[in-house]
T-cell receptor, first 114, second 116 residues
Framework: DSGVTQTPKHLITATGQRVTLRCSPR?????VYWYQQSLDQGLQFLIQ???????AKGNILERFSAQQFPDLHSELNLSSLELGDSALYFC?????????????FGPGTRLTVT | AQSVTQLDSQVPVFEEAPVELRCNYS??????LFWYVQYPNQGLQLLLK??????LVESINGFEAEFNKSQTSFHLRKPSVHISDTAEYFC??????????????FGKGTLLTVNP
């Protein structure tokens, strides 16, 4: 158990819908990262927050957005969903933000868009 | 931008055999390298990392990786594998693209299957 929790575990929704994925980081960690894992694209970094502020951005679509709240939990919002958004979404957390710190991954949320 | 190439998508081996999972990265001035492992239906876990110092790094479960700057490689090895080592292994490099934009770039992964 990494100490990072993600809800829900599974999500099935239809095209065009909007969903929210939630992540609680490990106690004491200030950074939260979001990743998308799919068979064709592999593991792709989406976005990072550190203590409530956006720190780094990866291959995140404009239809996707995220935020980190004062209690440090984070939410990833996915809107106007397409079939191709079906994937595993991982949240990770770390103490610092400069990428040298170990990232602890949650168990993931499996999103299926039908 | 940094990139990572894992040369083998699948590596099947027999139990107690040695294994090497290959990883090459695009060159950069300062390199931080990582190996993560993903067991079935789980998130990724850090296996080992190279930040600086000794080029040979070891994990607690018998894996080791060697940073080779001239060959831009960070191959993962284990002299004798167990069934429980069956998992997907990801090589990653920290990349920096200005300002506060640090991120981990992952390879496509290598599925290690250990057969009895």
């Amino acid at each position: 158990d990494s100490g990072v929790t993600q809800t829900p575990k599974h999500l099935i929704t239809a095209t065009g819908q909007r969903v929210t994925l939630r992540c609680s980081p490990r106690s004491g960690d200030l950074s939260v990262y979001w990743y998308q894992q799919s068979l064709d694209q592999g593991l792709q970094f989406l976005i990072q927050y550190y203590n409530g502020e956006e720190r780094a951005k990866g291959n995140i679509l404009e239809r996707f957005s995220a935020q980190q709240f004062p209690d440090l939990h984070s939410e990833l919002n996915l809107s106007s969903l397409e079939l191709g958004d079906s994937a595993l979404y991982f949240c990770a957390s770390s103490v610092g933000w400069q990428g040298a710190y170990e990232q602890y991954f949650g168990p993931g949320t499996r999103l299926t868009v039908t | 931008a940094q990139s990572v190439t894992q040369l083998d998508s699948q590596v099947p081996v027999f139990e107690e055999a040695p294994v090497e999972l290959r990883c090459n990265y695009s060159s950069s001035v300062s390199v931080y390298l990582f190996w993560y492992v993903q067991y079935p239906n789980q998130g990724l876990q850090l296996l080992l990392k190279y930040l600086s110092g000794s080029t040979l790094v070891e994990s607690i479960n018998g894996f080791e990786a060697e940073f080779n700057k001239s060959q831009t490689s960070f191959h993962l090895r284990k002299p004798s594998v167990h069934i429980s080592d069956t998992a997907e292994y990801f090589c990653a490099v920290r990349s920096y693209s200005g300002g506060s934009n640090y991120k981990l770039t992952f390879g496509k992964g290598t599925l290690l299957t250990v057969n009895p």
